[in-house]
């Protein structure tokens, strides 16, 4: 188990990750999809075969003091991959709502939440954020190029069962023709969100891809775009819809030892490109641009611009 951040998240606030998987050597991400916009880069190690994955007493510790030293909003599941894919999920649950109140949430691509055993585990969460991009088979292969035996219909069918908190997030994005924006689209996926709706209230939230990636030619769609989505869906649906803006990041009061610090931003960007901004926000404001520039000229990270914005990635991700 590996613990990182907190991480600033449009959804949840201060999240402080926690990673119940861990790429194989050789790869950047252990899950049961390539989603076209991973921001994990794609070549990741892609399996269907949930197993348990050991979690020792010694990383409960370090949980327990890392939410102590910087009161995350939320604990989350998430990281270099799918964390369903470890079956212990439901037991680092338990053992988190024995040590604190702040509530746990997990971002799932939902692709086995169908088998029982990862559903219980799952409702020991608060929050179950589980993935969705298409309202149909052809769609969901071509933006989330799943594991072969996986099935959208599965896929919702799985979420209608779950007992605890769920809410599904959908990334908007366009890639050389393809896209899950446009109004036809969005029909279907308003009778897709109705669908579960009915047997299972959920919160829609709607992202875009407004992080960097490998892919040249994918696009996220305006604020302006994902707001009259998000006021078509709410519209038409009577279901409550979050949609993202830029990001307002609260600054976290934490300040690790400087030898601490270069290792804490290296575990964030292998999860996830951040700006400076971002980073620096997460150590209590403080000027992070020599460790940058050290890290860009030892080849551990490297720059990229998105939207006029300068990111920062590790190297192995392309
Ligand atoms: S589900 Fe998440 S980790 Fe897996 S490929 Fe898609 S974006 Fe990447």
Redesign the pocket.
């Known amino acids: 188990m590996q613990i990182y951040g907190p991480v600033p998240s449009w959804r949840l606030g201060n999240s402080l990750g926690v990673d119940l998987v861990e790429a194989p050597d050789d790869h950047s991400?252990i899950?049961?999809?390539?989603?076209l916009?991973?921001?994990?880069g794609h070549d990741?190690f892609k399996t269907n075969k949930p197993e348990k994955m050991d979690i020792s007493e010694g990383d409960f510790e370090a949980l327990r003091k890392k939410i102590e030293e910087t009161k995350p909003d939320y604990i989350t599941f998430s990281g270099e991959?799918?964390p369903t894919l470890n079956l212990n999920l439901g037991y680092a649950a338990r053992r988190i709502k024995q040590m604190t109140d702040i509530p746990l949430a997990v971002?799932t691509?939902a692709s086995f939440v169908n088998n029982s055993d990862v559903r219980k585990g799952l409702d020991y969460c608060d929050l179950v954020i589980a993935?969705l991009d298409a309202p149909n088979q052809e769609l969901f292969e071509k933006i989330?190029?799943p594991y072969e035996s996986i099935s959208l219909t599965n896929i919702t069918e799985g979420i209608k069962l779950l007992k605890t908190n769920a809410a599904i997030q959908t990334l908007l994005f366009s890639y050389h023709g393809l896209t899950n924006a446009d109004d036809e689209t969005i029909k279907e996926m308003i009778e897709i969100y109705n669908g579960i709706n009915k047997s299972k209230p959920i919160t829609v939230f709607l992202g875009t891809a407004y992080r960097p990636t490998d892919k040249e030619g994918l696009n996220p769609v305006s604020e302006d775009r994902l707001e009259s989505i998000a006021s078509r869906i709410a519209g038409e649906t009577g279901i409550k819809v979050i949609y993202y803006k830029e990001a307002d990041s609260k600054t976290v009061s934490r300040q690790p030892k400087p030898f601490e610090l270069r290792r804490e931003i290296s575990k964030l960007l292998k999860r996830r490109p951040c700006t400076q901004e971002d980073i620096s926000t997460r150590f209590n404001n403080i000027d992070v641009s020599d460790i940058l520039s050290s890290l860009v000229n030892d080849g551990v990270i490297r720059e990229r611009t998105r939207e006029g914005k300068k990111f920062y990635v590790m190297c192995r991700i392309n």
């Not at 899950?31 to 989603?35: E, Q, R």
């Not at 916009?37 to 994990?40: A, E, F, I, P, R």
């Open positions: 991400k899950c049961s999809f390539d989603c916009y991973c921001q994990l990741g991959g799918e971002l691509n993935k989330n190029r």
